[in-house]
């Protein structure tokens, strides 16, 4: 088949806007967490989020938005921008820099992009309380392109005026996943030359807090501790936000270009749980099922896995199917295969999940390293017999698995090996 390589990367996360900083804190298991400030109020049961830092999207319109200096947009873009957009234009810019693509390279029939958001609960709310308030006509005229759930596509898609295939996927917390996923078989089928792979959440109130209704969200009070993936005293997770954007090329481009990849992607596969609206299968089997097509399609098996990054959220049920099914996968490897969760240090940014780890994976790939599970007190006894590293090491792997799982049992596994 076809080769397809990560030659780009951008972030926009609590641990870090760029991809030196991601890094570090990946290495030096730095977390995003704080106390949050809009959740200090008495009758909010959660205090604790990773909000994305250097960025103010309190105002309620754009143009009154403050970001690095580094980036700049057009007040005509900044109308149309929700804060998941914005931090998705201001990741965009990054990995077109890293990948070294001119604008030939990015507007053209052979260059898509796939995104994936659940919208800006925050905006839309803004601009229904300004219809019901002041009528419809005094509401933004650009409102529901910045606020419903694809958002980010139609922005960067305009303003970088791609011309391939473009679209949104709304899996929950596997969407960015399942949109690398997708942008793999773009090219892999030789319909794109190369895509962008978008993940974004507004990481504020509106989108972290209805969890809480659901008892999802950690009530910890203290951000050193309170999203602890795999340890026998996790109690929900941390809400996060920001952007990654990943570029993906096909062999002949890095080639032409001359560019040295991060990662190759081997494959992926995907699987449902058919099981609850919510709630993880109690044995991971939607989970064991994608992470086996991902195997195949990649024509790799257990013994050639070296690191696994964990969907693990730091709840109590989601943690536990996740290790039955990879004990099932992994099999005689398991007590080998290095195993963390970077939620520990990042929270869950729900459908920007996938993305932003596979960016993760890829710059352990490209860099030589493992990052650790951080916030282990008591290891939870259902993760006996797997390689939990609670420490990073300072060793190159050579393939590795990045797990999502997302509402209605959706599960995705995506396969990444260090490039030749």
């Known amino acids: 088949m076809p080769r397809v390589f990560i030659t780009g990367l951008g972030f926009i996360t609590s641990i870090g806007n760029d991809a030196a900083s991601v890094t570090q804190s990946l290495r030096e298991l730095r977390h995003g ?3 949050y400030a809009p959740f200090e109020r008495d009758e909010i049961p959660v205090k604790v989020a990773a909000p994305v830092r250097d960025f103010s999207t309190e105002g309620d319109e754009p143009e009154d938005w403050k970001t690095p200096e580094r980036y700049r947009l057009r007040r005509d873009q900044l109308r149309s921008l929700s804060p998941n957009a914005l931090y998705a234009s201001c990741a965009m810019q990054q990995a077109v ?12 029939d052979d260059t898509g992009l796939y995104a994936a958001s659940c919208g800006s609960p925050g905006m839309l709310s803004r601009i229904l309380n300004r219809i019901h308030a002041q009528g419809v006509m005094r509401s933004p005229a650009l409102g529901i392109v910045s606020s419903i759930a694809g958002t980010v596509q139609f922005n960067l898609v305009a303003n970088y005026k791609i011309k391939g295939a473009s679209t949104g996927f709304a899996s929950a917390c596997a969407s960015s996943a399942h949109a690398l996923g997708f942008a793999h078989d773009e090219i892999v089928l030789g319909r794109q030359k190369r895509m962008f792979v978008v993940g974004a959440e507004d990481g504020n109130l509106e989108t972290i807090l209805p969890f809480a209704s659901m008892r999802a969200l950690s009530p910890n009070p203290d951000p050193a501790t309170a999203s602890r993936p795999f340890d026998r005293q996790r109690d929900g997770f941390v809400g996060t936000g920001g952007a990654t954007v990943l570029v993906l090329e096909n062999e002949e481009e890095i080639l032409r270009r001359g560019v040295t990849p991060y990662a190759e992607v081997l494959g992926w596969g995907q699987a449902s749980d058919g099981h609850n609206v919510a709630i993880s299968h109690p044995e991971g089997a939607g989970l064991r099922t994608a992470m086996l097509h991902a ?36 099999g005689e490897h398991a007590s080998r295969v290095a195993l963390s969760s970077t939620k520990a240090l990042t929270g869950h940014g729900c459908s920007l999940a996938g993305a932003m780890e596979s960016g993760f994976c890829a710059l352990a790939l490209r860099d030589g390293f493992m990052p650790g599970s951080a916030h282990i007190t008591e290891l939870d006894l259902i993760c006996e017999g797997l390689n939990i590293i609670r420490q990073t090491h300072a060793t190159a792997p050579g393939v590795v698995l990045n797990n999502s799982s997302g509402f209605g049992g959706a599960n995705v596994c995506i396969v990444l090996k260090r490039p030749r």
Do not use: F, Q
Not at 97 to 108: F, M, Q, T, V
Not at 310 to 321: E, K, Q
């Open 33 to 35: 967490m704080v106390r």
């Open 97 to 108: 820099e890293d990948a070294r693509l001119e604008p030939s390279d990015i507007s053209n």
């Open 295 to 330: 195997l195949r399609t990649a024509k790799v098996g257990p013994a050639d896995i070296d690191y696994v990054n964990a969907h693990a959220t730091s709840t109590p049920i989601g943690d536990a199917s996740e290790c039955k099914a990879l004990r099932a996968v992994l």
